[in-house]
C-alpha cells in the first residue's frame, strides 16, 4: 500500500496529533504521520511526535515579515519532507492566500463548531452565548477564506445548561479524536476530493 506521507501542523497541546499518530500506528491506514511542524518551540506536540519517533521541525512566525513569507517557509519543510497531504490540528495562524493555493485539496482543518456556526476563535463560547443545543466539530479542506472551507465530516454533541466554555470543548475534543482520523483516512483513500470548490464524495 502507498501510504499518504501526512504533515500535522501544531501549535499547542497535540491531543488531535496524538488521536492521529495513533490511528496510523496501525499498518493498513493509508496515511503514515512523516513530520510534525509547529510554529511554536514551546509546543506540548512537539515532544509527543518526537516520543513517537516523527521527525519535528520548529518554524517561528516571528521570524518573518509576512504571512505569505512564513507560508513560503512551511512549504519548503514540507517539500523537503516529499509531504503527500497536511492536517492542521490546533495550529493557531491564519495563512496567506498563497498557502492553501498551493496545497488545494491536500490542507486539512479540525474546528471545534458546526460550521459554517461559529468561525475564528472562542468557538465554544460563542455556541453557548447563542444557546444552540447542539454543537461539534468539523474537519474541512482549508481554503483562502477562513473555516469556510468544504466540509469532509463532522460529528455534533448536546450543548448542556450547565456547560461552560471548558466543559463543552471537553465533549468537542473527545469525537475530534475520532473524526480526524477517520476524515483523514477517507482523503487518503481518495474517497473524498476538493473538486470545483466542493467536496466529493466517491460513490461507496
Ligand atoms: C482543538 O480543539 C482544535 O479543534 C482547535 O484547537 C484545539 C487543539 O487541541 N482548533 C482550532 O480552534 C482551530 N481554529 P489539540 O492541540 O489538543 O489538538
Not at 515532544?47 to 521541525?57: F, L, N, P, R, V
Not at 505569505?68 to 523537503?80: P, Q
Not at 495563512?95 to 476563535?121: Q, T, V, Y
Not at 466539530?137 to 482549508?142: A, E, L, R, Y
Amino acid at each position: 500500500m502507498n501510504r499518504k506521507r501526512t504533515a500535522v501542523l501544531i501549535s499547542g497541546r497535540g491531543s488531535n496529533l496524538s488521536a492521529l499518530i495513533a490511528a496510523a500506528s496501525a499498518p493498513e491506514f493509508p496515511a503514515e504521520i512523516a513530520l510534525v511542524l509547529s510554529n511554536r518551540e514551546d509546543a506540548a506536540g512537539l515532544a509527543i511526535a518526537q516520543k513517537a519517533g516523527i521527525a519535528t521541525c520548529a518554524i517561528s512566525h516571528r521570524n518573518f515579515d509576512s504571512r505569505e513569507a512564513f507560508d513560503r517557509a512551511i512549504d519548503a519543510a514540507l517539500r523537503e519532507a516529499k509531504i503527500d497531504l497536511v492536517c492542521e490540528a490546533g495550529f493557531m495562524r491564519i495563512h496567506s492566500d498563497w498557502f492553501p493555493k498551493a496545497w488545494e485539496g491536500k490542507l486539512l482543518n479540525i474546528h471545534p463548531s458546526l460550521l459554517p456556526a461559529f468561525k475564528g476563535i472562542h468557538v465554544q463560547q460563542q455556541a453557548i452565548d447563542a444557546g444552540v443545543k447542539i454543537s461539534g466539530c468539523t474537519v474541512h479542506f482549508i481554503v483562502p477564506e477562513l473555516d469556510s472551507g468544504p466540509i469532509i465530516a463532522q460529528a455534533a454533541v448536546p450543548v448542556l445548561p450547565n456547560d461552560t466554555a471548558d466543559t463543552l470543548a471537553a465533549r468537542i475534543l473527545v469525537e475530534e479524536h475520532a473524526l480526524y482520523p477517520a476524515a483523514l483516512r477517507l482523503v487518503a483513500e481518495g474517497k473524498v476530493r476538493l473538486e470545483g470548490g466542493r467536496a466529493v464524495f466517491a460513490a461507496a
